[in-house]
């Protein structure tokens, strides 16, 4: 069973920065694609950043610039390094792993989520 952990969130001051780690476990071994998802108060949930297995980043126009998404491969985790932050940030921000499980899918899975709240 896949299992992902959001840890990191928190509140910070616009300007701030923070750091989103993901740890993943279970069955991971045919990736298509790592990603972070946010949903702030109100709206539906936004794509902002995914990387391939091959480690091909790609960025919503919003983030782009200020944010940047990694992979520790040995350690199984992903990360989310946001920089400038500001109050439209404010979401809840969940870990994203669309995989191809014993041949078939492939398949998302989430993490819990974890908030990043920036004060104005």
């Known amino acids: 069973q896949v299992q992902l952990v959001e840890s990191g969130g928190g509140l910070v001051q616009t300007g701030g920065s923070l750091r989103l780690a993901c740890l993943m476990s279970?069955?991971?071994?045919?990736?298509?694609?790592l990603g972070w998802y946010r949903q702030p108060p109100g709206k539906s949930r936004e794509e902002i950043a995914t990387?391939?297995?091959?480690?091909?980043?790609d960025y919503a126009n919003s983030v782009k610039g200020r944010f940047t998404i990694s992979r520790d491969t040995a350690r199984n985790r992903l990360y989310l390094q946001m920089n400038n932050l500001n109050p439209e940030d404010t979401a809840f921000y969940y870990c994203?792993?669309?995989?191809?499980?014993?041949?078939?899918?492939?398949?998302?899975?989430w993490g819990q989520g974890t908030q990043v709240t920036v004060s104005s």
């Open positions: 279970g069955n991971i071994r045919d990736i298509n694609t």
């Open positions: 994203n792993a669309n995989l191809w499980i014993g041949g078939r899918g492939p398949y998302d899975y």
């Open positions: 990387i391939t297995d091959g480690g091909v980043a």
